[in-house]
C-alpha cells in the first residue's frame, strides 16, 4: 500500500503536464506512491497522456466538479495514508518538494501542511510581484494551533493526512474550501503548517476581466466566511489602485519590465474594484 497518494484534478492540462510529470517524476519520497488523478472531461488528451505517466485517471463529467467535492473524491480514491494535493499547473522546483511537505505531518497533532509558493523565473514582472506579494511566498514558518484566530492554508499544495480528511472532507462551497477545512480541522483540535522549505512554482497571469472576477470572488468569500470586508469603501479602492500601482512600479523599477507597466494600470484597476464588489455582494460563481 503506499504511503503517499498524489492527487491531482484536471481538465484540458495538457499544455501544463510536460513539466508538471516531469518534476513528479524527480520526486524523491520514502516509500512507495501513487499519481491519482479525476479529470474533469478533458478535450486535449489529458487522462491518456497522464495514464501513460502512471497516474490512476477517473473522469466526470466537467459540470460534477467542485473544488471541495473533487478533492474529497480524489482522497476517496487514494490509498495512501497521507494525500498530498496539487493543481495541474503547480510544479515543485526540487526532487525533496514533496517530501519536505510530506515530512511536516511527523506532528500527529497536525492534520495539513501546504507548501511556500512563488512565481516561475519566466512570468511576468506583473505576475511575479502579485505571487511575491502574497503570504503563501514567505519564508517563514508558521503553525495554525487549535483555537488559533488566524487561519491560512491553500491546497494548491498541500498534504493532509487522509483519515483525517475522510471524516472531515473539504466543504461543498464555490471559493476557499482549503481555508474552510483549516478552519475546520483547528476547531477539532488539529494543528495546520506552513512549510516554506516545500517550494512549488504557481503564479496565475490574468487579464483584466480575470482579476476582476478572482479577486471579487475571494472578497466576498473573505466577507462571507472570515467576517473580513477587503475593500469598505470607495476610499479604499483608490488607496488600493494607487498601493498596487506603486508597488509594480517599485518592482519593476529593480527587475525590468517597463513595457509592462501600461497593462498594470488596467489589470490593478480591475483587480482592486473586483474586490470592491465581492465585498458588497455575494459569491454568484464559481471561477474557472
Not at 485517471?57 to 460534477?64: G, M, N, Q, W, Y
Not at 480514491?77 to 497521507?82: F, P, S
Not at 476582476?212 to 476610499?235: H, I, K, N, W
Not at 517597463?258 to 454568484?284: D, F, I, N
Request: charged share 25%.
Amino acid at each position: 500500500m503506499p504511503r503517499v497518494s498524489i492527487c491531482i484534478p484536471t481538465k484540458n492540462a495538457k499544455r501544463d503536464l510536460p513539466r508538471l510529470c516531469a518534476a513528479l517524476a524527480r520526486q524523491q519520497l520514502a516509500g512507495e506512491s501513487e499519481l491519482v488523478v479525476v479529470d474533469s472531461s478533458s478535450s486535449d488528451g489529458t487522462p491518456a497522456l497522464l495514464a501513460r505517466a502512471g497516474a490512476r485517471v477517473v473522469t466526470i463529467p466537467a459540470a460534477e466538479f467542485g473544488h471541495g467535492r473533487t478533492r474529497n473524491a480524489l482522497a476517496r480514491l487514494a490509498e495512501g495514508e497521507i494525500v498530498v494535493f496539487l493543481t495541474q499547473d503547480a510544479e515543485p522546483r526540487d526532487p525533496h518538494t514533496l517530501a519536505t511537505l510530506v515530512g511536516a505531518l511527523d506532528d500527529p497533532r497536525t492534520a495539513g501542511a501546504f507548501a511556500r509558493l512563488l512565481p516561475r523565473p519566466d512570468d511576468d514582472p506583473l505576475t511575479a510581484r502579485t505571487a511575491l506579494d502574497h503570504p503563501d511566498a514567505a519564508d517563514v514558518a508558521w503553525t495554525g494551533e487549535p483555537g488559533a484566530r488566524e487561519v491560512r492554508f491553500n491546497d494548491v499544495a498541500s498534504a493532509i493526512r487522509r483519515d483525517v480528511l475522510l471524516a472531515l472532507p473539504f466543504p461543498d462551497v464555490a471559493f476557499g474550501e482549503d481555508l474552510a477545512w483549516a478552519r475546520a480541522a483547528l476547531a477539532a483540535g488539529y494543528r495546520v503548517r506552513f512549510e516554506p522549505r516545500a517550494v512549488v512554482l504557481h503564479a496565475h497571469r490574468y487579464t483584466p476581466r480575470q482579476a476582476f472576477e478572482r479577486y471579487r470572488v475571494d472578497a466576498a468569500f473573505q466577507r462571507e466566511e472570515l467576517g473580513r470586508v477587503v475593500r469598505p469603501s470607495a476610499l479604499s479602492v483608490l488607496k488600493g489602485i494607487a498601493h498596487e500601482l506603486r508597488a509594480d512600479l517599485a518592482y519593476v523599477a529593480r527587475h525590468g519590465g517597463w513595457s509592462h507597466l501600461p497593462r498594470a494600470v488596467l489589470l490593478r484597476a480591475a483587480q482592486v474594484r473586483g474586490q470592491r464588489a465581492g465585498s458588497r455582494g455575494p459569491v454568484a460563481r464559481q471561477p474557472g
